[in-house]
Every structure is written in structure tokens, then in C-alpha cells.
């Protein structure tokens, strides 16, 4: 899965615990990806000096952002970025959460 609401790295406990307050449910994927999405966009803007949407763009190129998982993203130089990979594990009826990098990451 691209997200987990299971994963205790970085502020993903203060993020799970705020969506739910707000929402009365855990984040699901689409939720995650949107913040994360809204957080980076504002961070082009910023790195761009402007909201000129060619500026941003050309921003996004090599972008770094710390994602709420704690977990650091780049941007290529085809302004693509490639998540991480949560694979959730049950054993002995409890859930275990492995972060993988995907194979573009390396």
C-alpha cells in the first residue's frame, strides 16, 4: 500500500491523531497523498519564489521534501516522484508495518 495509518515513524502518530479528530476516521491513502501533495506544492511555491506555474514546476526538479512519515522524498529531473511501499504483516494477531523503498528509489 502507498500509506499506512499503522506506521509510528516520523509525525505519522500526531497526523493519524489529528485527521481523526477532525474526521472521526483514520486516514486512508487518498488522504495521505493529499497532504503530502498540498505540502510539497507549497514548498515549490516557496522554493520558486512566486506562484507562477512554470516557476513551480521547474521547482519541483530535485525537490526534497521529509514526508510526514519521516521518510525523505526527491523529485527527478522529470518532476516524478517515486513513494515508498508500506507492506503491513499480521502475525500473532498483531500488525507489523515494513517500509520498503520501491526499485525507482535506488
Known amino acids: 500500500t502507498p500509506y499506512s495509518p499503522l506506521y509510528e515513524g516520523g ?3 500526531e497526523f493519524v491523531a489529528a485527521f481523526k479528530a477532525r474526521t472521526g476516521e483514520e486516514p486512508h491513502w ?4 493529499a497532504y503530502e501533495a498540498a505540502y510539497i506544492v507549497a514548498k515549490a ?3 520558486a519564489g512566486s506562484d507562477d506555474r512554470a516557476a513551480i514546476r521547474n521547482a519541483m526538479e530535485g525537490l526534497e521534501y521529509v514526508s510526514v512519515t519521516g521518510l525523505k522524498l526527491k523529485f527527478d529531473e522529470n518532476n516524478q516522484m517515486f ?3 508500506y507492506i ?5 494477531r ?4 515494513q ?3 520501491t526499485a525507482l528509489l535506488k
Request: glycine share 0%; aromatic share 12%.
Open 94 to 97: 498483531k500488525f507489523t508495518v
Open 45 to 47: 511555491i516557496e522554493k
Open 83 to 85: 513513494p515508498y511501499c
Open 30 to 33: 487518498n488522504a495521505f497523498l
Open 88 to 92: 503491513i504483516e499480521v502475525k500473532d
Open 11 to 13: 509525525r505519522n502518530r
Open 99 to 101: 517500509v520498503i523503498e
